[in-house]
């Protein structure tokens, strides 16, 4: 039933050891969206993919990069990772971009030690 | 810039009290608007989406409205009970990259 699957859940990197995040997709959309939402903030997008066309945030650190190898999964990469990033990262599709609701995954809570 | 605001930051009621969150955005260029709940340490599941086109939505015992030209909207929860208890997003969806703006939240606390 799953819909939108993060993993994993929950993940601990040390300070600047390079991390990914993986997301996954079962409802076929053509968008899928990297959110950040830093504790007791609002979620804040990062990028997002349109089909393999790749859109990024002007204020999108360059340490964050994403990968789409397909239309089912969506990869989030953080090179270095700093005590800054720690965060819930949520991934969220889209079956076009405009006015289709958006579904969101469980997230993945960042610590970064 | 959109700028999204919800009102209150927090709300602690009795349960079985009916009550409205509320909802202010800056532009009111949108396609949609997206009510969300979030439980602590959770993701975001999505309770109600408006199109622009129209004015209220209902699911159970949740009804949201939208008055797009006064860049306002109101969650409104009736018979609220205990398992309502949790952070409610508002996002706004507009803009050439049709991104969801996000407002801070409220911190719903309903008590038995």
């Known amino acids: 039933d799953a819909m939108v699957i993060q993993n994993p859940r929950y993940q601990v990197t040390q300070f600047g050891k390079p991390v990914t995040l993986s997301c996954s997709q079962t409802?076929?959309?053509?968008?899928m969206y990297w959110y950040q939402q830093k504790s007791s903030q609002a979620p804040k997008l990062l990028f997002h993919y349109y089909d393999k066309d790749f859109n990024n945030e002007a204020d999108t650190p360059d340490n964050f990069q994403s990968r789409r190898p397909n239309t089912s999964f969506c990869f989030l990469d953080i090179r270095s990772p700093g005590l800054g990033d720690a965060a819930m990262y949520l991934c969220a599709t889209s079956r076009d971009p405009g006015g289709d609701e958006q579904y969101f995954g469980p997230g993945t809570r960042l610590t970064v030690t | 810039k959109q700028e999204v605001t919800q009102i209150p930051a927090a709300l602690s009621v009795p349960e079985g009290e009916n009550l409205v969150l509320n909802c202010s955005f800056t532009?009111?260029?949108?396609?949609?608007l997206q009510w969300f709940r979030q439980d602590p340490g959770k993701g975001l599941t999505s309770l109600l989406l408006i199109q622009s086109s129209q004015r209220e939505q209902t699911s159970g015992r949740l009804n949201a409205s939208l008055d797009k030209s006064s860049g306002r909207s109101t969650l409104y929860i009736a018979a609220s009970q205990p398992g309502d208890s949790a952070t409610y997003l508002c996002?706004?969806?507009?803009?050439?990259?049709?991104?969801?703006?996000f407002g801070k939240g409220t911190l719903l606390t309903v008590n038995p």
């Open positions: 409802l076929n959309h053509n968008v």
């Open positions: 532009d009111s260029a949108i396609y949609n």
């Open positions: 996002a706004v969806n507009g803009g050439s990259n049709y991104k969801l703006t």
